[in-house]
């Protein structure tokens, strides 16, 4: 791994990055970050690359190096909109595939392979075959958050942001929905259509429970609680919004509650109370270890090497593609 120094140049080129996490990163921490943050954005231009990171990169990563940031969705778009050469993924393994797929003739990294995702490792394409089995005449709708090989057994995909509209696109009486369960309750109580969901479940999200949220209540005046859907139903039903990542950030953004308890991976309150001042934010920490593999240091290495490739099989991407093609022409869905 590369060593760098915290130089005058690097201090003054990095000032104005500095700003942005100022709220968040201690300035006895930037001199550690600075050098890589400078020696990336320099890097990224000779390469003409640029970095997709998810919401729950930490702050250096996703206010000082990422081109585009945002949920699962936002960065799918993103991925099949950009002209860039190279893509480095700051995110898991599901999203660099899902940009791969979409830029087969593109070089796609991710700067650690084994930033993986509990959802995406509870399901196979085997296991799907044999539900479509079990189930025939159902289509298949799988949460992005799922490998390649599933992608290829699925007729559509879909995000915490557009999972309703999704199912709810293919116009039949019942769908497949998987692999996260918790999602799936959620969806099914927005719809009339039947679900039949997976065992699947987010390790980060699935331990927030509801006493949790009312000792939070109870220690915090009006504290305002909003969870992701990938949360168990007593924990949104307990809350006061439930959404995707981007849908989180935006409810933050607009309502500018005094006060908030986010319950989702804990960098995103990071992230989002580096821009917003006027709002409290009341942090569990439950870290997603799979994201927090991704570091300056090793996206750096990624960029100088073009290693970690994501690749893909032909005839698997063929049909795992579909499925992402067919979820993005369904549009946008309310944020
Ligand atoms: P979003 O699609 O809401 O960004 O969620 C992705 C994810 O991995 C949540 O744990
Ligand atoms: Fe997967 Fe959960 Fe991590 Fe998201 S937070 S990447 S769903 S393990």
Known sequence: MTLLSYTDEVAAATAPLYERVRRVIPEIEWPAHAPYVAEINRLKQERNAIVLAHNYQTPEIFHCVADIVGDSLALARSAADTDAEVIVLAGVHFMAETAKLLNPDKTVLIPDLGAGCSLASSITGADIRALKAKYPGRPVVSYVNTTADVKAETDVCCTSGNAVAVVESLGVDEVIFLPDEYLASYVAKQTDVKIISWNGRCEVHERFSPREIEAYREGYDDVVVIAHPECPPDVQEAVDFVGSTAQMINFVHERKPERVLMLTECSMSDNVAAEVEEVEFVRPCNLCPHMKT??????????????????????????????????????????
Do not use: D, H, N, Y
């Open 294 to 335: 991704i570091t300056l240091p090793k996206i750096l290495e990624s960029l100088q090497t073009l290693e970690p490739r994501v690749e893909i099989p032909a005839e698997m991407a063929e049909r795992a593609r579909l499925s992402v093609e067919r979820m993005l022409a369904i549009g946008r869905p309310k944020q």
